[in-house]
T-cell receptor, first 109, second 115 residues
Framework: GNSVTQMEGPVTLSEEAFLTINCTYT??????LFWYVQYPGEGLQLLLK?????DKGSNKGFEATYRKETTSFHLEKGSVQVSDSAVYFC????????FGTGTSLTVIP | GAGVSQSPSNKVTEKGKDVELRCDPI?????LYWYRQRLGQGLEFLIY????????KSGLPSDRFSAERTGESVSTLTIQRTQQEDSAVYLC?????????????FGPGTRLLVL
């Protein structure tokens, strides 16, 4: 069946550090992949998505590439800011809907 | 409305009581989803509705859980004879259509505590 495995947190980084949050998946068919973000005190919202293999989603300086050969959709940002502190969820939609456990990121000045 | 709304925002109940959670999706969104998020865990899919089609109930954890949706509007999730393990945040989301590439828009959640 389908599933999503996400890097455990919490992650603490200094401002301007490079961020990677790993996400791997198992899926049949042609799922779409998403990163959702939950800022403190707010609801989940879409950060970026990719709907087919080799697509790259990007938003707010974050990027993730849908890699079928490694079944991965790792989230990256070259220089994090304090305002990026949030919980990040990797998600897969296919015949059903699968979310990772979330990775808490804290960026310190 | 501008976004998905849920009520109540918090609910404390005693074990064995029934609870009803409400979700108002974004106007015009035909698909609606319910998830459960237990402390320290990811989102667990419960059920989705798409237009007037029969809902996919495959994620409901037991027959104590049920959900209804009237047309393309409000949905209610009912938990009967609540148990302590039902304590969680219940999230509702809606999307323009039911398609793998559609973005889901989430409400703020209802935090349920069963004593």
């Amino acid at each position: 069946g389908n599933s999503v495995t996400q890097m455990e947190g919490p992650v603490t980084l200094s401002e301007e550090a490079f961020l990677t949050i790993n996400c791997t998946y198992t899926a049949t068919g042609y799922p779409s992949l998403f990163w959702y973000v939950q800022y403190p005190g707010e609801g989940l919202q879409l950060l970026l998505k990719a709907t087919k293999a080799d697509d790259k989603g990007s938003n707010k300086g974050f990027e993730a590439t849908y890699r079928k050969e490694t079944t991965s959709f790792h989230l990256e940002k070259g220089s994090v800011q304090v305002s990026d502190s949030a919980v990040y969820f990797c998600a897969l939609t296919g015949n059903q809907f699968y979310f990772g456990t979330g990775t808490s990121l804290t960026v310190i000045p | 409305g501008a976004g998905v709304s849920q009520s109540p925002s918090n609910k404390v109940t005693e074990k064995g009581k029934d609870v009803e959670l409400r979700c108002d999706p974004i106007s015009g969104h035909t698909a609606l989803y319910w998830y459960r998020q237990r402390l320290g865990q990811g989102l667990e899919f419960l059920i989705y509705f798409q237009g007037n089609s029969a809902p996919d109930k495959s994620g409901l954890p037991s027959d104590r859980f049920s959900a209804e949706r009237t047309g393309e509007s409000v949905s209610t999730l009912t938990i009967q004879r609540t148990q302590q393990e039902d304590s969680a945040v219940y999230l509702c989301a809606s999307s323009l259509a039911l398609a793998v590439q559609e973005t889901q828009y989430f409400g703020p959640g209802t935090r349920l505590l069963v004593l």
